[in-house]
Every structure is written in structure tokens, then in C-alpha cells.
């Protein structure tokens, strides 16, 4: 129960001695890395810097103690930050003091709906999240997180706004305004980056920029012409403080928070899934998973950190330097805090560019255009599908792109089993086979007495309808010779209450008619709701068959139903 | 093309003689219906009464040309005319003229809703009522529309409000001004129309009680002490008047014009299908259904119509009194129009509790006690949403309970393909039977070296990391002499790309793990997206079987796959 919980003590109990280089180095690279990122993605959320800084410390803690990933980097990230950024905007508050202890108060909300969905055991609710939705929406989040560092790059005041055309347009509005200086700075930083990574990918490149932008801004005097540079950054850790907000301020907060809950943990499983997929050692528990982030944004919150989560990038460096247990966040958490303890000052010329650059290359880095070609070439109802949830993303807005290409991939689902497959069957001679006879050339023609159909869903309220039509049209077609109904129900897997109802009354009219259903290849769950419905009293034991050339020979007076095929058709889980 | 925008051509030009007299009888008592009905239900949309008379005549007589329904009696119906008082009553208006000339605006905007749902083909939406989610919300609707007569029958001002906590909360506030006189004529009412519908079911009650109370008033003089009549009613036909309309006002209208255009929409439908059942000469299209539903409400609103659709009661009672065809909607039209033009004088005395009786009695019908009992036995889960739907239209309201029911089945359709049935197979003693080991006590254990796997959904990214859990699971159970899966694949009907992803990479950890994937029994369009997604250059030509059995037998060596076995085991779209 408690290495439930609290799985550090599964893995701390057989901590071996090699894994510790591993776990230091990745622990002092994350470290380093989230420094400047961390600031960087407070400036995207509307925060001071330092917040990003708080969100780096006690979250990550608590999720080495409670996640069941041993490489997942938890912290502040990219699309968290935007969306508080967007859902905060929105409301009118009335000063930075309001807005932050939203965004903390944010942090402990969203926490507590973690937890909750996490108790309730409700993790399978990310696997509505299909793949076209989660690339749509991650690259045209990339683009909007991009373009909402503009302004630092550019050096001009850009009103806020998450819809690309709005900020295409307030940018050339203000593009005389462009602080040449500024501009320089964030394409050098640019350049630096990229050059870094490709000549060695897990080196520090953000932290080169970051230094060199603060030695230029201290030497140059630039921030006297307008280069915006991050000014005083309080020194000590953050104190330990209850979130309060006014009450009634709640239900504004709610949908923010929710749609925070679920992005945050669709974000952090997914890449917890890639990463988990390289280690045989553990076993992600997604429910445990909600809990673990939950909590870490809970009592995160307590210590003034706004939403957090486990993001890509990090987690990808975190893997590669080598971590292998939760002792590499500690130790990532010990360098956060003693630069918050004693290298704030150093930071006091940073210009911003700096970290729009390390923004920008990061989020780039999400962009996928190989995944969407792919679908293109071989599934276009899917790719139209990824296309609706970019487009919307990016023109309507962060949450309505991810609800509606949510929305959307479900009634696809639900179309498709409303107007599912069903085929003709017809036997293929000299064969036991009974096959689709659009498909199969088969000599054996169709005879006239029996109709073979087979119906690929589920018998239910949304497709009821369209099973009878097209039955009865197949009816019609055969013309007054027809005699038997063989229904092929190998691949109907369910029957609701409504197919039920339209099935008793099928029969019914086919009685009347007198055409006899029989009822092939019911698997055992369907089986169960044929006998417990009551519905076999309408279809008559005789009438149901394991296979349907069983039927047909018995049709044909070849061969009588033998015992054990009886049993076989009949079985139900009362009757074991 | 004509006869399929117009279906009367199809019928005027075989109309037979023997049809007119039904036509006839049921045109004349359905018009007589139509009068103190449509009054009845212009009040409890929150109009003057006259407007119930002009929403019964054009409109029924567009659908007559444009409908596919022979029975289908269009009007004011209850639901819709509380679906406009609940929509409108939250608005801010200016008085009862803006009421007004919003009420047939909304006509309009659901009419073109309508009709290009219509043009578009998507009248399968409303396959996604299920009959619980139907059956649930009308007997709440009922219960409300009755509520709603209250304050006539009672004779007290009750402030609006469409929850039925609210409605009592305020009747027993004002429970002490109650008007006895009123209170009596419409309790006499009640019983009266209870009693002669129980003699003879065709017969015009609540004409015969319109007819008591008019002359009770005329001469008693009780409207001197409270009882409330009609008052004056305006002569003559309504004017053409194309409605208009702020712009604002729009996207505030959007929403209601919706729900109307939807759920009048499915009352049309369930009650044009359940007659049609009766009758073979002629069939439904539900999108021709919309397109004269839509045109009947659009130039219904030129001629000062509000909201109409096919009703439940008159219907019936068109259909029992011999309606053939729309000649007999025609008739009542006329009878509506004689009523305008020469006797509405004569309903100034009409008491309103009279018409609040009317509608209590129509609308009590439609609460259903039995359906739910026999859910309550035998389907326990759609008892539940049932239960939910009618709860939350009743507490919370009508649009709430309608799109939080669709919405709670639609989740119940996906958890069920979410999380769909798995079963392991073996061979039955003796026969070629594979079926699932837990529920035959098959004496032949389960082979070490071979898992047999079925899956009975289709696989999408739903439920593909449910899939891979769940086979996992079982590989680590058989351990390591496990060296072929098969996977019986017959109840498997679509594989969408996030699975195809799945199965590429999970038949790579296999073969890493030198196990051999067997597909059996893949149906034509799985095997077309097998072969279409170059699946099968992961899977292999070898591994695809028609049959379990066979698979096994070339596993064993006992029988190599024959010629047509293979040819079969291969067949796709492209391949014929």
C-alpha cells in the first residue's frame, strides 16, 4: 500500500551504487537547464521571473517521491504557462499582486482535480486524446507560444492575444517601432543555440547564451537605449503560504483549471509513455501518475508555485544524461534552490531576448510536419482531423482547439458505429467458407431462399435504425422466396437495450412473414444479453448455430446440429 | 427530383377516392383539436393565444406538399413552446411586443437550421437519442409543461421558472391567494376530459369543455371575481410580415434555435416513424423530413408562425381517424382559417383554466412509468441514465437535461469500445472450435507455447493502450516458452492510425522477442487497411489464417494453409 502510493520506497529499498553517476549528472544538467527556462516560461504565463524559479523546486520533489516515471523532469512548462497566460487574460484583475496568487491559486486547483480524477481512477480518460489531435494541437500551440515572445524579440509592445491573426496584425501595427538592438541580441541568441545543440546535443546551451547575454548587457550600457532587461530578482527561498483568492472567483477559475488538469496530464503520460518504453524496470500506473502530479501542484501551490508539469524537453535531457531514479529531480532541486538562495543578483542584466530565444527554439522543436505528411499520403480523414485541430488552435483559441478536436475524434467513433459494415455472405464453394459475395467472385451464387448477412459493430441505440433498413432492403431484393435469415453476429459484441427492443419486433414481423432468423457465431457477452433479455424466447434455441455452414447444412437436411454444437450455442455465464 | 422535394406529386397523382372520406373525417377532427390546443399552447409558450391559431395554419400545410409522412400533423406543440418560454424568458426584452416578434424570428432561424441539416444529410444525428435519453427527458418535459399550468389552474401569479424546485418554492408562497372559482373549472375540466376520452377516444373534448366553460363564464359573471378569460381576440388571417430582428440578437438566439431545431426534429421523427410502421405505402427519409419541417417553420415565420413541428397527440389521432394523405392536414388548415376569420369573437370568454386543463391531460400522457420499470429489471445502467436525464431536466433544465443525456451516452458508447471484452481461446476437445477458456471447462489446457487472443471492438486510439495492456499481461503469464500469438481478429472492424501505430511497434517488441503474430479470421475491411497501412510488410503473408484451426494445424504441422485458404486469407479491395 504504501510502495502504492509513495514509490520511492520500492526503488530506494534497491538502489544499486551504478546508477548514482547517472542520477548526478542528469540531476545537474536539468538543474542547469531549468534556471533559465524556468524564468523564461514565467515570462510566458505573465509572471515575474522568480515564480518560475518557485515552480522549480518543491514539485519536482514531491513527484520523485510519489511518481511511478523514474526519468520524468516535473517543473514549469511551455503550454501550462500559456494556457494560464490565456485563461487569466481573460479575466479582468486588478494588478500583478491579483494576478499572481491566481496563478498559484491555479496551481492548487488544477492539483486538487488531478488528485480527485486520480482517486476516481479516471487516467483512461487520456486515451480519448487520439494522435492527429495531439500533434494538430501541439504544433499550432508551439507556433502561438512563439509568437507570444515576439514582443521580446522585437523590443515592441504587443497586446496579448492567442489568435495568430490578432497578433499578426498588432506586430505590423507596431513594426516602426522595432528596437534594432534588441532584435540583434535574440537572432545571435538563436544562432548560439541551434550551432550548440548540433555539435553536442546535451550540452548547456541555453545557460552559454544566458551568460554571454548578461556579460554584453553589463558591459555595453545597451539597456539604457531600450534593450529590456530582467532588473532585481528577489533573493531566498519562497515562503510557505495558503493560496486565497475570493470565493466567488472560483467558478471563472474552474474551467481554466480543468482544462489545465488535462492538458498538464495528457502532457506529462505522453512523454512519460516514450520514455518508460526504453526501461524494463518499472511500470507506469497512469491513475497513480494523476495522483502524483496532484499532489506535487498541491502542496507546490503551498510554496507560491504556479502549474507545473512533467514536460518534453527536460524530460528528454533528463533520460539521455543518464537519469535512472528520482534521486536526479533532488538533486536538480538543490541547485534551483541555492541559486535562489544566492545567484539571483547575477541575473539582474539578462535581457529578455535571451529568453524569448530560448523559448523560441524550443517550442520550434514541437513543430511536427513529418506525422501530419504521413497521414496525408495514407489517412485523410484523419489528417483533415489534425488540420481542424491546428487551424481552430491557432485562429479560435488554446482551449477550444483541444475540446473541439477532442469532440470531434469522438463523433467520428460514433459515426463510424452508426453506419457500420455489413456484408452479404455467400459460400464459397466447395468450402465450409462463407464470405462477403461483393468481395469473393464466388461461382456459388446467392440462393434464393437464404439470406446470409454479417453486421461488424455493436447493436446499438445509434445504429438500431440502420441495421433494420438496410436488412429489410436486402428483404425486399430476395423477393417472396425467401425463407431463412442467417444473421452472422461473429462480430456484434454488444446488444443495448434499444437494439433489443428493435430486434424483438424484427422477429416479430419476420414470424408474421414466416422467415425464419437464425442466429450464427454469437460470442459469449452477446450470447449472455441474447438469454438475459429474454430475447431467446423470440429467437427460439433451435435458432442458434456456432457456425453458419452448421445452419446451412442443417438447412438442407445434410446434417443435424450435434450435441456439443448445441452446448457451444447455448452457453451462457448463468448457465456455467 | 420533383417528387423527392415534393412528395405530393407522388401521392395527388395516385390519389384514390376511397382515401377522401378518411381524409375528410380526419382533417375536420384534427382542425377542431387544433383550436383550443394551439391556443393552449401559445400560452404556455408565453404568447397571446391568437398566435396558436396562426402557427396552425400555414406551416402544416407546406409540410402536407413537402412532408414524407402521410400521418404527421404539424403545429405548436407543448415542448417547443416551452422550449421558446424558457429560451426567451432568459433574455432581457423590452416587453411582450419584442417577445413576440422574437418567438417567430426563432422560427425562422430553427427552420433554416433545419433545413440545411436537411440539405446536408445529416438527419442521422438524431440516431443519437437513445430511447432511455428520449423517455427520461419527455417525462420530465411533461411533468414541467404541466407545472407550467399551475398558476392558471390555480388562478395565482407564480414567477416564471422551469425548475421544479422553483415552481413549488413560489406556489407555496403564494398558495394563499388562491382562486377557488378558477380552481374548480379547471379540476371539473380534467375530470371531464378524463371521462368522455375513456367513453370514446376520437371524440373533441376539449372542445365540448371549451364550449361549457365559454358559456359557464357568458353566464355567471365570475370574471368579475378573478377567474381569468381570454379577453379579445384579434379577427382574421395573420399578415405576410417578414421578421425582423437587432443582429445582436443572434448569436443570444443561436443556441435556443438549435435545441428547437434538434429536438422538434426528433419529436417529428419518433412519431412519424412509430406511425409509419403502420403503414407500406410509403417510407420515411428523415433528410426530406427536416428539409419540410425546416421549410414549414421558415415560411410559417413569413406569416406570423412561431415555432411548429410534428406533434405527438395529434398525430395519433389524425392516423386513428383515417388520414391517408395531406389532404387531411389541408382540411384542418381550413377550419383554422374559418375559426380566424369568423369566430374568435366567440373565445372571449373562454377561462384560461379551461386551456391549462387541456394541456395538463395531453401532457401527463406522455409520462412513462413502464419503460423505466422494465429497465429497472433488466438494464441497469441505461435505468441510471434514464434516471440522470429526467433528474437534470427537471432540476436543472430543458436544454441541460437533453444535451447532458446525449452526451452521457454517447461516454457510456466510447467507455464500452474503451474498454471492450478480451477473451483467451482454446480448442474444444475433439472439434475445430476455439472459444474463450473461461467460460467452456474445456479439458484441454491452454498450450505454453501458444496464446490465442480475441478482441471483440474495433481498434482505435481509444482503446489501443487498453489492447497492448491486456496482451502484455497475458505474455508475461505464459512466460517464456510462449512462441506463437494468434490473434482471432473476426470482431475486429476498423483499425484507425493511432492502432496501426500500436501494432507495428508491438509486432517489433515480438519479434524481438522471437514470438510469432498470427492474424485469423480478419474480415474484407480490416484486411484492406492491413494491406493499405503496409502492415503486412511487419506482419507477414504467412501469418494471416482464415480460420484459429488452421493456424494452429500448420503450427503443428498437421496441414499446410491450401491454395484457397491462402487466396482467401489475402483478399483485399484492391487485390479483386
Known amino acids: ?8 520506497f520500492d526503488w530506494l529499498s534497491t538502489y544499486k551504487k551504478e546508477y548514482l553517476p547517472g542520477d548526478l549528472f542528469a540531476g545537474l544538467t536539468v538543474g542547469i537547464m531549468l534556471i ?4 523564461a516560461y514565467a515570462m510566458i504565463a ?3 521571473p522568480i515564480f518560475g524559479l518557485y515552480a522549480s523546486l518543491i514539485p519536482q520533489v514531491i513527484y520523485a517521491i510519489m511518481g511511478t516515471s523514474r526519468q520524468l523532469a516535473v517543473g514549469p512548462v511551455a503550454m501550462d504557462s ?3 497566460a490565456s485563461g487569466l487574460g481573460a479575466l479582468s484583475l486588478s494588478g500583478i499582486d491579483e494576478y499572481v496568487s491566481m496563478a498559484i491559486f491555479l496551481a492548487l486547483f488544477m492539483g486538487a482535480i488531478q488528485l480527485f480524477l486520480g482517486v476516481l481512477r479516471m487516467g483512461f480518460l487520456v486515451n480519448f486524446l487520439s494522435k492527429p489531435v495531439i500533434s494538430g494541437f501541439t504544433s499550432a500551440a508551439a507556433i502561438i507560444i512563439a509568437l507570444s515572445q515576439l514582443k521580446h524579440i522585437l523590443g515592441i509592445d504587443i497586446a496579448g492575444g492567442n489568435r495568430i491573426q490578432i497578433v499578426f496584425k498588432n506586430t505590423f501595427d507596431n513594426i516602426s517601432d522595432i528596437n534594432w538592438c534588441t532584435l540583434c541580441i535574440g537572432l545571435v541568441a538563436i544562432v548560439l543555440i541551434k550551432g550548440i545543440k548540433k555539435v553536442k546535443k546535451t550540452f548547456p546551451a541555453a545557460l552559454v547564451v544566458v551568460v554571454l547575454g548578461i556579460v554584453l548587457m553589463y558591459f555595453s550600457g545597451w539597456s539604457t537605449i531600450g534593450v529590456k532587461i530582467m532588473g532585481e530578482i528577489p533573493q531566498g527561498l519562497p515562503k510557505f503560504q495558503v493560496p486565497n483568492i475570493e470565493f466567488s472567483r472560483i467558478s471563472e477559475l474552474l474551467p481554466i483549471a480543468m482544462t489545465l488538469a488535462l492538458i498538464a496530464f495528457m502532457e506529462a503520460i505522453s512523454v512519460a509513455k516514450a520514455v518508460a518504453e526504453k ?3 518499472y511500470e507506469l500506473d497512469s491513475n497513480q501518475e494523476l ?8 502542496i507546490g501551490s503551498l510554496f507560491q508555485s504556479y502549474p507545473t508539469t512533467g514536460g518534453f524537453s527536460r524530460t528528454a535531457v533528463n533520460e539521455q544524461a543518464g537519469a535512472k531514479t528520482g534521486i536526479a529531480p533532488i538533486i536538480s532541486a538543490i541547485i534551483v534552490g541555492l541559486t535562489l538562495l544566492f545567484l539571483t543578483p547575477l541575473f539582474y542584466y539578462l535581457p529578455n531576448a535571451v529568453l524569448a530565444a530560448i523559448i523560441m527554439v524550443a517550442v520550434f522543436g514541437l513543430i511536427d510536419v513529418k506525422y501530419p505528411m504521413q497521414l496525408l499520403k495514407s489517412r485523410k480523414d484523419e489528417f483533415a482531423l489534425l488540420l481542424i485541430t491546428f487551424l481552430i488552435t491557432l485562429t479560435v483559441g488554446i482551449k477550444e482547439g483541444i475540446i473541439l478536436g477532442v469532440l470531434i475524434s469522438l463523433i467520428v467513433v460514433i459515426y463510424r458505429t452508426s453506419k457500420p459494415h455489413m456484408a452479404v455472405l455467400g459460400r464459397i464453394e466447395g468450402t465450409n467458407y462463407f464470405k462477403n459475395i461483393n468481395r469473393f467472385n464466388t461461382n456459388d451464387k446467392e440462393r434464393e431462399d437464404v439470406l446470409i448477412v454479417r453486421f461488424d459493430a455493436q447493436l446499438f441505440f445509434g445504429n438500431k435504425d440502420y441495421f433494420k433498413k438496410r436488412l429489410q432492403k436486402h428483404i425486399l431484393r430476395k423477393g417472396l422466396s425467401l425463407r431463412t435469415i442467417i444473421l452472422n453476429a461473429e462480430a456484434i459484441n454488444y446488444i443495448d437495450s434499444s437494439a433489443t427492443h428493435m430486434l424483438m419486433q424484427l422477429i416479430d414481423e419476420l414470424k408474421a412473414k414466416k422467415i425464419r432468423l437464425i442466429i450464427a457465431g454469437a460470442i459469449g457477452p452477446t450470447r449472455d444479453i441474447i438469454f438475459s433479455s429474454g430475447m431467446i424466447d423470440k429467437i427460439g ?4 448455430f456456432v457456425r453458419t455452414y452448421e445452419a446451412m447444412d442443417e438447412l438442407d437436411g445434410k446434417e443435424e446440429k450435434t450435441k456439443i454444437q448445441e452446448k457451444i450455442s447455448q452457453q451462457t455465464k448463468s448457465a456455467v
Chains 1, 2 share one sequence.
Open 291 to 298: 495522483i502524483a502530479l496532484g499532489t506535487s501542484n498541491i
Open 1 to 8: 500500500m504504501l510502495k502504492r502510493f509513495f514509490p520511492i
Open 36 to 39: 533559465p527556462q524556468g524564468m
Open 82 to 84: 500559456l494556457l494560464v
Open 541 to 544: 434455441l433451435n435458432n442458434l
Open 279 to 281: 526501461h524494463t524496470d
Open 46 to 48: 505573465g509572471l515575474p
